[in-house]
């Protein structure tokens, strides 16, 4: 399914964006759908992977001491 490339500035909110996708037919929503999917797939923003490897030293901190270690022995 081939998508035309359009830059449209809309002002609606998220609830108006449901209540339109809730008029559309079946199988217009199927579609829209796969738009969806496909945008998902396609879009994962960097800053999720980076916030992950950057967080992992902070919480090594934390995570790795004897207190921590202490509070966990019995589990």
């Keep these: 399914m081939k998508t035309a490339a359009s830059n449209i500035n809309l002002s609606i ?11 559309l037919p079946y199988k217009e929503k199927i579609k829209l759908s796969e738009v969806i999917r496909k945008e998902i797939r396609t879009s ?13 030293k902070t919480l090594g901190n934390d995570w790795l001491s004897i207190e921590e270690d202490e509070a966990w022995k019995n589990l």
Excluded: M, R, Y
């Design 44 to 56: 994962i923003p960097d800053d999720i992977i980076l916030t992950h490897f950057a967080s992992e």
């Design 13 to 23: 909110n998220f609830g108006q964006v449901v209540d339109l996708v809730k008029q």
